[in-house]
């Protein structure tokens, strides 16, 4: 369409929709009236309070008393780039976890600042075998970071974390781990298990949309970033800069997406007054419900239920049945979204977010009734009642 | 303060202010409540509209027919960064024109990707020289970019391109142009003068929240980032990836800012709504009474009449005055935001911007009114009936 000057669009197609995929997920009317708040200058004092709350809510979210934490102004994959770009100096050793297609990403990220990566892998739909990676370090002693993905949205896997950190500080190497799934969701032990580079983004468990990446970085690996001599090979994403502006200092490096700050600073204060640990209980009890259901109505899930992520579910979909258009009917009729598989799992699976405000038996019930009619409409029964029964208690 | 489950913090101290600085300048209602609209799936059949839409409406206020048209998920910031993270390889020789801040940005950016960068320089204040461009392509037949500011928002100079770019283009050379504070205010000739690679920000001309870059690139800049065979060192900023998202693939690279495009979506239709022409005009028209007028009061101003901005004024702040102290008392006061100088200029001038909506006889005329009752209580007595006379015409 060729536009000119005094023509008027149609309406944006921008109704409510029911977002159980793997991200974006829904955003509460609190948090999206917070973004319409009238905008302020950057520098402006009122809105350094609201950067210094929302440092403050970020660290009780990661559980963290972290000083270098505060949001990148990019979506979750700015993230990965500044963790990344920061912490790599060319010809660096690094070995990252490989379980999934975020952990391949880091793979890719990581070599473009000039690390020597070293892999460590898993099959998709399993977690990294905390033997492989000792292998992995004693065979690279002179490694700096070991990247991992703490919850792979390609696969729903959440990683056990306790013996990954712990091999990797015996090491004296740097943990580095992708929390864009699990943060808000489940627990991230930032501290305790002393985690040096930590990030996620807004658009999952916080209910926020998407544009922001929280994270939060160790007072270790902060003060490698500040005695390092080469500059940071991204002038956007350089903590050496933002770090300043954030901090006391509050010197100019970008103009924050200042609007996007208030929807992330209400959807934290959402968090806090539910509480952390009730937020993680509720995720827990909700996906284990949901599990049962799915299994009920004779759906196989693809991990194995000690390394399920509660914020994002998989399932194999039946035989015979065409997963599109199981969706499409979902998208068409019920105005559901969820998600498909990503890499070798595509075509095979489907990928069901319950993160925050979606982990709730209502939003399940109608999601299991849906799923069942859409099945149907496949040529493929399932028994909703008894998976209903199972969410409903 | 500690932060405990179940707390409730105070109000965010967002109230209305009129921003008349650097920028962020004010966003219209429309367009807060465009960002308020419910979220839907980055790859939502819906979505994918607005994103095209959007990418039309960016064609339109480029003035460009530019396939290559997107916004990145990044402040004007992360344009400049995308700009020469995506151009450069290490070791190419380029070009940057230096007339103020940005420009000095510029050479800091390019030099991280391994530019090995030749500066051509002016006094912060003028713009640059075309004949000391010519000599710097002369003596560097081999350098691949000239990077220039069109809108110097440390000055308020506003950088005449026919010369550049006939220069530029006679050497065989891409032209790289930051248009962030031009963009939506004052005319930005993509096509006619073939800019190869412009980039803008949200939040100065358009009036829409700090979040987003425009960004447009030409034909032959885009079929040499296709072509170009050393991997982009910058996985967020990788055109080749994001040209594939906003293009027929619909290929993932990242989640979109959402929200943030519905809001640019909004402010762009706002743009063609009043026509890109008659927009320049009153910037134009405004901008040159509000230079009379402040000339009325006594003010000098920085830049020569043939240079100046439309968009964003900056005047010397009259001797024995403390300008920090007239823009804390304009803020206090009347809730009005300027902006003071930086680099060598920090202490002696104030900017003002007139960027979109803020191009308003009615909030001039506050302003040269705030701005004499504030100088006056610096002891500094101006001519205001004469100033809000050439304002009201």
Redesign the interface.
């Known amino acids: 369409?060729k536009?000119t000057?005094?023509?008027?669009?149609p309406r944006?197609?921008?109704?409510?929709?029911l977002?159980m995929?793997p991200?974006?997920s829904?955003?509460s009317a609190r948090v999206?009236?917070?973004?319409?708040?009238?905008?302020?200058?950057?520098l402006?004092a009122?809105f350094l309070?609201?950067m210094t709350?929302t440092k403050?809510?970020l660290?009780?979210v990661f559980q963290t008393e972290n000083e270098l934490t505060l949001a990148l102004?990019?979506?979750?994959?700015?993230g990965?780039?500044a963790a990344w770009?920061n912490t790599v100096l060319p010809g660096d050793k690094v070995i990252v976890c490989v379980h999934g297609v975020f952990g391949q990403?880091m793979t890719?990220?990581a070599s473009?600042?000039g690390a020597e990566v070293i892999k460590v892998e898993s099959p998709m739909g399993k977690p990294i075998d905390p033997e492989m990676l000792a292998a992995a370090i004693k065979a690279n002693p002179d490694a700096k970071i070991v990247g991992i993905v703490h919850a792979e949205t390609s696969t729903g896997v959440l990683q056990p974390m306790d013996e990954i950190a712990k091999l990797t500080h015996d090491a004296g190497m740097f943990l580095l781990v992708d929390c864009v799934t699990s943060l808000g969701g489940v627990e991230v032990p930032v501290d305790k298990l002393a985690f040096d580079m930590t990030y996620s983004?807004t658009?999952k468990c916080l209910n926020c949309?998407?544009?922001l990446a929280p994270m939060t970085v160790s007072k270790p690996m902060a003060d490698w970033i500040r005695a390092r001599q080469i500059?940071?090979?991204?002038?956007?994403?350089d903590l050496n800069m933002i770090m300043r502006y954030w901090g006391e200092d509050r010197f100019y490096?970008?103009?924050?997406?200042?609007?996007?700050i208030?929807?992330l600073?209400?959807a934290l204060?959402i968090i806090?007054?539910?509480?952390?640990?009730?937020r993680w209980e509720r995720h827990w009890a909700n996906a284990r419900r949901f599990w049962g259901a799915l299994e009920a109505m004779g759906m196989k899930l693809v991990v194995e239920e000690k390394y399920r992520l509660p914020s994002l579910t998989t399932y194999y979909t039946p035989d015979g049945v065409n997963e599109a258009a199981v969706r499409n009917y979902l998208?068409d009729k019920y105005k559901i979204?969820i998600g498909g598989g990503l890499g070798e799992l595509k075509g095979k699976i489907h990928r069901v977010g319950l993160m925050g405000v979606n982990s709730d038996p209502a939003r399940m019930a109608l999601f299991i009734a849906a799923l069942g009619d859409a099945l149907k409409a496949q040529g493929c029964k399932c028994d909703v009642n008894a998976a209903l029964d199972i969410i409903n208690g």
Request: hydrophobic share 35%.
């Open positions: 369409m536009l000057a005094g023509m008027a669009l944006r197609k921008t109704s409510e929709k977002l995929g991200g974006p829904n955003v999206l009236s917070a973004l319409g708040e009238p905008i302020i200058g950057h402006d009122d309070d609201i709350e403050e809510l660290q009780y102004p990019g979506t979750g994959s700015a990965m780039e770009a990403r890719d990220v473009r600042y983004g658009q949309p998407p544009g500059p940071v090979k991204n002038w956007y994403l490096h970008h103009t924050a997406p200042i609007n996007m208030y929807a600073n209400e204060r806090l007054e539910e509480g952390i640990e009730k998208m979204e």
